[in-house]
Nanobody, 125 residues
Framework: QVQLVESGGGLVQAGGSLRLSCAAS????????MGWFRQAPGKEREFVAA????????NYANSVKGRFTISRDNAKNTVYLQMNSLKPEDTAVYYC??????????????????WGQGTQVTVSS
């Protein structure tokens, strides 16, 4: 069992930056594959980025590639999402998620075992 708590969301102007954090407690953090998803009003929750247990491999949605960076600090039990060059279409509630399996499609929501409560990111034009 692991508990996930996101932080770092807020209101930012287009072109600005934010860094989201997701703190994990419970079982050993390094044993989890981690992902970030987001959900805009009226839309389905969509994949944003993911990182393997060791941090050696990352995946990104095409819409954020080159602007967002996922990273993790296993010593601090935390995964981060650095978001640069933000656009109004990035506005959403951002969720971090964890799963035990280090394999499998990172995009598929149902493969994740645990979810945080989400943090709101609003990008004004």
């Amino acid at each position: 069992q692991v508990q996930l708590v996101e932080s770092g969301g807020g209101l930012v102007q287009a072109g600005g930056s934010l860094r989201l954090s997701c703190a994990a407690s419970g079982r050993t953090f390094s044993g989890y594959f981690m992902g970030w998803f987001r959900q805009a009003p009226g839309k389905e929750r969509e994949f944003v980025a993911a990182i393997r247990r060791s941090g050696t491999t990352t995946n990104y949605a095409n819409s954020v590639k080159g602007r967002f960076t996922i990273s993790r600090d296993n010593a601090k039990n935390t995964v981060y999402l650095q978001m640069n060059s933000l656009k109004p279409e990035d506005t959403a509630v951002y969720y971090c998620a964890a799963r035990v399996s280090d394999w499998g499609n990172p995009v598929v929501r149902n493969l994740y075992d645990y979810w945080g409560q989400g943090t709101q990111v609003t990008v004004s034009s």
